[in-house]
């Protein structure tokens, strides 16, 4: 008789002999105890978890000539006939080399045909995802309303891909990856029923390698078992498994917590030349890393480990590490494994992740980030100018409060109303106000020569709010932008986060921190002309005899600059008309 894998012959062949998925066993057992089996079954859930052969052992029970029972006898005729695969009525299908619409119709016309020997036809349908649509389509009625007799079974690794309406007329059962006690105590089963000596720790990294599959478990087991001669040691299991030993790990780690980077890097080197997978090494790091926080907790946790023996210098090791250092560098590693899934270049990203951790001092107020031994210079310089920036604005608070101090003993004007626009925003004009009063034409200037920059750094749906906009004056810590629609204007100034992110893009052209106050365009018209007349602007003539529009417009030392082109007061009116039309640079002037 030809040889036969280990998961072949060493397959379930009763709930009893299931490992793990306590939750599927039970409710299927109760089911069957008390005859309430419904017509149709989904089991989802990684592969080698048992999908297909808890299948098979529900159908051996339903037909069972000892039935109704939790268990199959695995005894009478129709229970061994369904072990062998041999019995006519459990019919095994597999989706992904018949997908087609025509093998689903053969299956729904023979579908109301009784079962031949059996009590039930069971229908197997595995990788059932790989259906078409049309062959999804050609079952869903019959899975609604199938014959008394008929049972559908349908296992599948991905049941996102099946359609919502396949998934309701099912009960569906996921299942859930192995842990590793469960694939160990398996393992040992096996290895005393072939009467193989072997070596725990070897286990349990074959364990660790199947990543929850008892399938991959039991091939890596026989690959190994192949391999080995007359006991399973623990260099053979991660030879074959391409694994690192703990020993390995310890020297790594050591040298990682002495900061000898150079024997971290050239330990890493020597692995991938042999072979090793860098996103495995990551993988294995982040578990050892795990033992040593479990060693580090509590004795009683011994159990738990994965990677490490609690032998006494890896209990000194773990006690070595400061807890919050140990988390930085999981967080690190795991960072780096998802950075590494896209990547071509795995080894660099892990180079550069154990040069992070060697890096890493362990502070438990940052985490995420290493901390420089000392204040960079840059850093230091932006700090400098962030206090210089708060100090002036506390500055220029204290004298607007002055200001408003003194105005006490004037006859006080009548509180103007804040205007509102039709959606219901209002612009903060008392702010606006303090930037026209200090308003310069270097600031603006600057400004608007790193305007298109600035837009061009940013998203184009971002961009688009700006598109109508354009920044009107500015004094040394803020800026007037005016808008052309209101709903602009109104989505802009209630993000702040927009606005916070434009002014510091803007820093980093300008070099100066500016505060952005936004303004609907027929609302900036009253506030301007309003400003103008109460600073007295519009009586004053320049000596060229330009009116009070031009004076605000150029640079005139210690008066408010105002550089808004499209808004202006003419003292003709058709030409004022024109202008506030079509803007002051498309309005020419040509004397007759």
Known sequence: MTYQAFYRVYRPQSFREMSGQTHVKRTLQNALLANKTTHAYLFSGPRGTGKTSTAKIFAKALNCEKAPSSEPCNECPTCISITEGSHPDVIEFDAASNSRVEEMRDIIEKVRFAPASARFKVYIIDEVHMLSTSAFNALLKTLEEPPPHAVFILATTEPHKLPATIISRCQRFDF????????????????????????????????QAAAGGMRDALSLLDQVVSFSGEQLTLENALLVSGSISQEVFYELVNALREKEIAKVLSLIEELVADGKDPLRLIEDLI?????????QTSKELEELLELVTPEEKFISLAHAFNADILYGYIDILSKTQQEMRFSHHTKIYMETALL???????????????????????????????????QQLTQQLQNGAVVQGNVGSQPKEAPRPRAKSANGYQPPAGRIREVLKGATKQDIQKIKSVWVQVLNQMQKSQAALLAEAEPVAASTSAFVVKFKYDIHCQMVAENKGFTSFFSQALSQQTGSMYEMLCIPENHWVTLREQFIRENKLNNKKDPSGHSDDALIEESVPGEPFIDDGQVVISDDPLVAEAEKMFGKDFVEVVED
């Not at 193989?196 to 070897?202: D, H, T």
């Not at 992070?356 to 850093?379: C, E, R, W, Y």
């Open 176 to 207: 859930k990856r192995l842990s590793s006690t469960d694939i160990l105590e398996r393992m040992k089963i096996i290895l005393e029923d072939i009467n193989l000596p072997y070596e725990e720790q070897a286990l349990k990294v074959i364990a």
């Open 287 to 295: 578990t050892f890393f795990r033992d040593l926080l479990l060693l």
């Open 356 to 390: 992070k951790m060697a890096q890493f001092s362990g502070n438990a107020t940052s985490m995420n980030h290493t901390v420089p031994s000392a204040i960079d210079p840059a850093l230091q310089e932006k700090v400098t100018n962030l206090e210089m920036l708060v």
